[in-house]
Nanobody, 124 residues
Framework: VQLQASGGGAVQAGDSLRLSCAAS????????VGWFRQAPGKEREFVAA????????FIADSVKGRFTISLDKPTNTAHLQMNNLKPEDTAVYYC??????????????????WGQGTQVTVSS
């Protein structure tokens, strides 16, 4: 069971990036996929999540209107589209999969499987 996150990089403020999270050897079916991020010296924080069943999405207030999450079911890949990036978005971004109840979908504890993280650096 593996999750592979990719798409990070170093960009300028106002630029866009698209992160991808691919499941290897298994499927996101009936699960939720979440993105979290952790900046140096800070705790890991929720960014966005999407549920396989119904496609409901959950977005953190700090990125609402700039980030969108999607799920490509045929390729079993989740994407995080990040637009109008800001320096405060700089962090390591992690994708995770699990079966959290709605009340836990924004918490790390709601997810069992985690990817290795991809670095996003936004300069002003």
């Amino acid at each position: 069971v593996q999750l592979q996150a990719s798409g990070g990089g170093a960009v300028q403020a106002g630029d866009s990036l698209r992160l991808s999270c691919a499941a290897s050897g298994w499927t996101f079916k009936n699960l939720a996929v979440g993105w979290f991020r952790q900046a140096p010296g800070k705790e890991r924080e929720f960014v966005a999540a999407i549920r396989w069943n119904g496609g409901s999405t959950f977005i953190a207030d700090s990125v609402k209107g700039r980030f969108t999450i999607s799920l490509d079911k045929p390729t079993n890949t989740a994407h995080l589209q990040m637009n109008n990036l800001k320096p405060e978005d700089t962090a390591v971004y992690y994708c995770a999969a699990g079966a959290p109840i709605i009340s836990a979908i924004r918490t790390s504890a709601g997810y069992r499987n985690w990817g290795q993280g991809t670095q996003v650096t936004v300069s002003s």
